[in-house]
């Protein structure tokens, strides 16, 4: 299994901000798409962001729930990807797990992500 070690979570008011990290390997980062999905407490696990670097630039995708208040980036020199979530709502509480696919169809589709982080748990609250 490819690791992918993730940092970041916590607790945050609402309208804050909270910045996660996923550390891959060095071909993970370059070949795959990279994802982050989520799961709030009684739900199904839910698409958020991805990334995936070609043709000499990042292409990235977004959720429409988190399109205008996520960013997802990656760093070409630490094989990392972050997501940077502003305007953060208590729907937004969710365990978020980082996750690398390699040749996804449906960029969404969790099916098709074969490596996963531990997850980290993102709570929003007053």
């Known amino acids: 299994q490819v690791p992918l070690v993730e940092s970041g979570g916590g607790l945050v008011q609402p309208g804050g901000s909270l910045s996660l990290s996923c550390a891959a390997s060095?071909?993970?980062?370059?070949?795959?798409?990279l994802g982050w999905f989520r799961q709030p407490p009684g739900k199904e696990r839910e698409f958020v962001a991805a990334?995936?670097?070609?043709?000499?630039?990042?292409?990235?995708y977004y959720a429409d729930s988190v399109k205008g208040r996520f960013t997802i980036s990656g760093d070409n020199a630490k094989n990392t990807v972050y997501l940077q979530m502003n305007s953060l709502k208590p729907e937004d509480t969710a365990v978020y797990y980082c996750?690398?696919?390699?040749?996804?169809?449906?960029?969404?589709?969790?099916?098709?992500?074969?490596?996963w982080g531990q997850g980290t748990q993102v709570t929003v609250s007053s």
């Open positions: 996750a690398a696919g390699f040749q996804v169809a449906d960029i969404g589709n969790h099916n098709e992500y074969l490596h």
């Open positions: 060095e071909r993970t980062f370059k070949t795959d798409h």
């Open positions: 990334i995936r670097w070609r043709w000499g630039g990042f292409i990235t």
